[in-house]
């Protein structure tokens, strides 16, 4: 199912820092640099991919000649990571570390006279508000609120922030219920949404807190949401790009779904709500707006807030478009319409320009709109895919990711768009290890339109030789396949064990037009299926493509789409391996949390009898096409999944099973739809390669 980009946020960094298990942790020992060995074979391993250091946010001091970073590094063998501050020269240069690697600090943001640095960090057992001086000097903690905070954010007027706050207890527990029974363990729900992602509902939310700061002290703390039922920022990512301060200080732009149980489950109507500071007041400002309405800026001036925008409710993957609310008349402007590309990571230069990425046709570029000329610019271009992006002055840093390269910072011309890399974290890796080489071929559909699909040979490809072949099919299914780089399911990876990877931009990815990723809704057996077999046809008469032993991978919508060609690839492939996929449409609609996912997606519910898309969705469920099944597969699962519920993947392991069908099952209590733990990770490298290599170079 998708997963929202929401880039390398505060989120990522504080779940990648929660293994350790002491009250404070300790500083751990990081020593990633490549073994002999390592340099010498030259191959790009699960090993070798957790030492890369994994750079996340950014920021630039007030006058735009220093940047601020952080940087997640990992110790597999204590499968543990740490998050440590970093700055370079924006001009180029060495980088400095800034702090230590004690648990993790991460979300720094400067005070308005660049000579302050403030910064999460659970280094004294809970995340709380830190600084140090702008040289990484004189450390100190400045909160210490029970439970930790989420997210922060210092209002520009520097006398306010806002935090957020998890476990926030509203709804009644069953202790609440039955105080006699202490010891229960009984879990009690009258609605839906019972669960959600990867936890199960517990009646605490997570809450926005407006308070006094004087650059010391957080006091006289307020819930905005007290009492409320919901979550703020959205659950399940709670990404804190939601909330954003006035330059005044006085108002608090900020998103919420207001809904709960079948309501919450069936919409994505989220909206923008601004709390006045002064009057304790708060304004739905998109009232009316029926689908995610998210990530809300104030102009300077404070008369407009730029925000993301949704049309369609109960449609995740719908065109985001960039709207502007005037704040003195309530008006409302879409200022990117005819730009057929969503937009992400909004932010203002002065009143008139607004800066945002866009995924475009494989890549994602940094962009700019003109505000009264609703104009749009793509100042970069190339084939990238830019993460995310810092501002101040006429200052522009980026992250950015390559096929071939992790998140690495660019300097970048505002006019011109060109770039120039400030950080080589991972260069002794590219240094000693052999990377694979991609190719962009544009493939014709069967019904003659042109589909980008990358082809990723191994390193030292050998056009006289003869490969095995994977195709990869892409989750979502709203996702981009291109120049982003996965830690998850890496195409370089792949391909370095000596296999040609096929990837597909099939019917219903994004970054090519709102048509073509709207296509696949409710027609999940139809083109899409006959894009990936255009696709996986075509490379395989490459001479140097062993179409003898050729194998089918994928996760999410992907694990479907294996688990569906298990039944119709008419001896395509030798090998499957589908990872948390949708196997029984009626019973996945049962059981998963979103409702509106699979009403947009299936076309509605499989008791819909008159409802000729969804009775099609459920007549061609994967299930259905067991009978078929001829080709040996591996599954994996997380316990932990509510989106696609793990007993999706049991059924499908007990399905192959009882035919006869060699079959595995790697299953992960600790894990839910991705895998992130390290040695979980490289397990899961390992059992994913291992198969492979057992069907598809048998021969070899």
């Known amino acids: 199912m998708k997963k929202l980009l929401i880039g390398i946020t505060l989120l990522g960094t504080l779940m990648s820092c929660t293994e350790t298990k002491s009250p404070q942790p300790q500083e751990l020992n990081i020593d990633n640099t490549l073994t002999d060995a390592e340099k010498s074979a ?125 476990g926030i207890q509203v709804d009644p527990t069953t202790k609440d219920r039955h105080p006699d029974m202490d010891k229960t363990t009984a879990m009690i729900y009258d609605d839906i949404m019972e669960r959600h992602w990867d936890h199960w509902t517990d009646g605490s939310y997570s809450h926005i807190f407006v308070a006094d700061f004087n650059g ?192 690495e910072l660019y300097r970048i011309d505002k006019q011109t768009g060109e770039s120039t890399q400030l950080t080589f974290v991972n260069k002794e890796i590219y240094d000693h290890i052999k990377l694979p080489e991609a190719q962009k071929r544009w493939v014709k559909t069967t019904d003659g339109k042109e589909m980008l699909v990358f082809v990723i040979v191994p390193p030292d490809f050998d056009a006289n030789k003869k490969y095995p072949a994977i195709l990869y099919c892409s989750g979502g299914p709203q996702s981009t396949v291109g120049h982003n780089w996965s830690y998850r399911w890496n195409f370089e990876l792949m391909a370095a064990q000596g296999y040609v990877v096929v990837a597909p931009n099939r019917r219903g990815t994004t970054s090519f037009g709102q048509e073509w990723t709207d296509q696949i809704s409710g027609d999940y057996s139809g083109q899409n299926i006959r894009d990936y077999l255009s696709a996986i046809d075509e490379v395989a008469q490459e001479r140097w493509v062993d179409d003898e032993n050729m194998g089918c991978v994928g996760a999410s919508y992907g694990g479907y789409s294996c688990y569906y060609l298990m039944g119709h690839h008419n001896k395509r492939f030798k090998a499957f391996i589908a990872h948390c996929g949708m196997f029984n449409f009626e019973s996945m609609y049962g059981s998963t949390e979103e409702q509106f996912f699979v009403n947009n997606d299936l076309g509605g519910a499989y008791w819909e009898k008159d409802n000729a ?88």
Not at 43 to 63: A, C, H, N, Y
Not at 641 to 649: L, M
């Open 42 to 166: 030259g191959i790009f391993t699960p090993e070798v991919m957790w030492k890369m250091g994994r750079i996340g946010e950014q920021i630039l001091s007030p006058d735009g000649q220093t940047v601020i970073y952080t940087i997640t590094w990992y110790n597999l063998q204590q499968n543990k990571s740490t998050t440590s501050l970093y700055s370079v020269p924006f001009s180029g240069g060495e980088p400095t570390r800034l702090t230590d690697f004690t648990g993790c600090d991460a979300s720094p943001a400067y005070s308005t006279d660049g000579k302050t640095i403030y910064f999460l960090s659970n280094r004294s057992g809970s995340t709380q508000l830190w600084c140090m001086t702008a040289d990484g000097g004189t450390m100190r903690q400045l909160s210490d609120i029970n439970g930790g905070i989420d997210g922060y954010q210092i209002a520009p007027t520097a006398d306010k922030i806002w935090y957020v706050q998890s």
């Open 613 to 700: 898309v969804a009775q099609r969705s459920y007549a061609n469920s994967p299930h259905k096409f067991v009978q078929n099944w001829d080709t040996p597969i591996l599954i994996f699962s997380g316990l932990n999944d509510f989106r696609i519920p793990y007993t999706e993947n049991l059924q499908a392991f007990h399905a192959a099973r009882l035919r006869g069908i060699p079959a595995r099952l790697v299953a992960f209590p600790d894990e839910a739809h991705q895998v992130f733990k390290p040695q979980n990770n490289v397990v899961w490298n390992r059992e994913f390669f291992g198969w492979l290599d057992k069907y598809l170079k048998a021969g070899q």
């Open 216 to 407: 010391e002290k957080i006091t006289n703390a307020k819930d905005i949401l007290e009492g409320e039922p919901y979550d703020a920022p959205l659950s399940p990512y709670f990404d804190t790009d939601e909330i954003s301060w006035s330059q005044d200080g006085k108002k608090l732009a900020y998103t919420c779904k207001k809904l709960s149980g079948a309501e919450y489950s069936v919409s994505t109507d989220s909206d923008i709500y601004v709390y006045d500071v002064e009057t304790g007041t708060t304004e739905n400002i998109t009232k009316g707006m029926s689908g995610y309405d998210k990530y809300p800026r104030y102009s300077p001036d404070g008369t407009m807030i730029a925000f993301a925008s949704q049309a369609r409710p109960g449609n995740e993957a719908d065109l985001v478009r960039l709207f502007i609310h005037d704040t003195r008349t309530g008006e409302k402007r879409w200022i990117n319409e005819g730009f057929d590309y969503s937009v992400e990571n909004l932010e203002w230069e002065g009143n008139e320009t607004i800066w945002f990425t866009a995924a475009i046709q494989g890549s994602a570029q940094i962009c700019q709109a003109d505000v009264a000329a609703k104009t749009i610019k793509e100042v970069t271009q190339g084939d990238q895919y830019y993460m995310g992006y810092a501002l101040s002055g006429d200052h522009l840093v980026g992250s950015r990711t390559h096929i071939h390269q992790a998140a």
